[in-house]
Structures are given as structure tokens and as C-alpha cells.
């Protein structure tokens, strides 16, 4: 597609629920980003998938947190037994490998709230 | 570790003043520098971008320059818009680990008054 696209884009859900989020990066762009925005916190590395390599999963918070990239494309982001500490917006973003570190593309992002 | 730290907002200008949102890094090796621009209600868009130290990024008026001697890279306007309201990331290249992965500052929102 045009851009990264992310759904849903507004999640809310109950304490204890497990949710996934999904990002579907620009076709062609090997590599996929997952970040979190938290209220005051800026951006937060979580997970890096590049091409079929073993991802770097070492920004993940806690275990309950897990990413998977099916066929080198579409991403998705489960989170087992949400907590309140969890809602932020999760951001998605894609770009070429050996750009120099430049060219990424975001995508607008999930607000999940946890009540 | 590789780190950002911007300017605490919120900042709030009238249209036309000078803008500066200053921003520092801690890097080993040679860090790409990047700002980022966040409009309401959409993802974050690349402004700016210096590779190597003495670099000037520049993009719709705003500008930063890559300092390795003051290890910063502060974003400058001469004259903000309305439209230039939106929150602002800093950020840098980490190519330690997750090769690419961009590390962010905590972002300044800014508003521009009529």
C-alpha cells in the first residue's frame, strides 16, 4: 500500500484481556519497527523484525508482551493480560534496509486504553 | 547508553516569532540525527535529517545543524505558522543491536497562536 496502515485504531479494552494489533508496512520495506508512546514518555523501542532474521525482541516491557511477522510483512502485536500501564499508542513503522537508518514511515498508530 | 533529551514543553509562540527547541544526545561512535514532526491526529513524519557531524538538515523552513563538539542538534525557525503546531522528536540512529532503530526523545509539543 501507500503507507503503513494500522488497525484498529482505537482499542479499548477490560483489565486482564489480551489484545492484538496489527501493522501492515509498505510493500517492499524488509523492515518493520513496533514503538510505544506513552503520555509524557516519548517513544519507546519494543521490537525489530528485518527480513526472515530472528527479531530483536530486546525493548519488550514484560513476557506478556509478544510480535510476530507472518510471510515478511504483516506484523502483529499481541498483548497477553493487559495491565493499565499498558495503554499508550502503539506505533508501527517500515522502511528499506540500507537507507542509512532514515526513510522510516509510521503509521498512525493504536490508542489502546485498558479500564 | 545511547540517548536523547529535548526540551520540555509545552511551547507556545504568536505566529511569526523564532523558534528553537533544543536538543542533545549521548552516542558512541556516529550517530544519523533526525527530527521528527508529529501533527494532530497523524503519525510521525520525517523533517529533517543530518548524517555526519558539521551536516545541516532543513525542511519547510526549519532547520538543525549536527554539533559532535556540543553533542546537539537544536531545531530553529525563523518565523512559525499556525500550521507548524504539532509535537517535535529528536532522535538518533542506534546501530548497536536492532541495526537502524531510531531512539527518541520525549517530544515538545508546540502551539502557534495567531
Known amino acids: 500500500g501507500a503507507g503503513v496502515s494500522q488497525s484498529p485504531s482505537n482499542k479499548v479494552t477490560e483489565k486482564g484481556k489480551d489484545v492484538e494489533l496489527r501493522c501492515d508496512p509498505i510493500s517492499g520495506h524488509t523492515a518493520l519497527y513496533w514503538y510505544r508512546q506513552s503520555l509524557g514518555q516519548g517513544l519507546e523501542f519494543l521490537i525489530y523484525?528485518?527480513?526472515?532474521?530472528?527479531?530483536?525482541k530486546s525493548g519488550l516491557p514484560s513476557d506478556r508482551f509478544s510480535a510476530e511477522r507472518t510471510g515478511g510483512s504483516v506484523s502483529t502485536l499481541t498483548i497477553q493480560r493487559t495491565q493499565q500501564e499498558d495503554s499508550a499508542v502503539y506505533l508501527c513503522a517500515s522502511r528499506k534496509t540500507g537507507d542509512g537508518g532514515y526513510g522510516y514511515t509510521f503509521g498512525s498508530g493504536t490508542r489502546l486504553t485498558v479500564v | 547508553g545511547n540517548s536523547v533529551t529535548q526540551m520540555e514543553g509545552p511551547v507556545t509562540l504568536s505566529e511569526e516569532a523564532f523558534l528553537t527547541i533544543n536538543c542533545t544526545y549521548t552516542?558512541?561512535?556516529?550517530?544519523?540525527l533526525f527530527w521528527y514532526v508529529q501533527y494532530p491526529g497523524e503519525g510521525l513524519q520525517l523533517l529533517l535529517k543530518?548524517?555526519?557531524?558539521?551536516d545541516k538538515g532543513s525542511n519547510k523552513g526549519f532547520e538543525a545543524t549536527y554539533r559532535k563538539e556540543t553533542t546537539s542538534f537544536h531545531l530553529e525557525k525563523g518565523s512559525v505558522q499556525v500550521s507548524d503546531s504539532a509535537v517535535y522528536f529528536c532522535a538518533l540512529s542506534d546501530r548497536r543491536g536492532s541495526q537502524g532503530n531510531l531512539i527518541f526523545g520525549k517530544g515538545t509539543k508546540l502551539s502557534v497562536k495567531p
Open positions: 523484525f528485518q527480513g526472515n532474521s530472528a527479531p530483536d
Open positions: 543530518a548524517t555526519k557531524a558539521d
Open positions: 552516542a558512541t561512535g556516529y550517530p544519523s
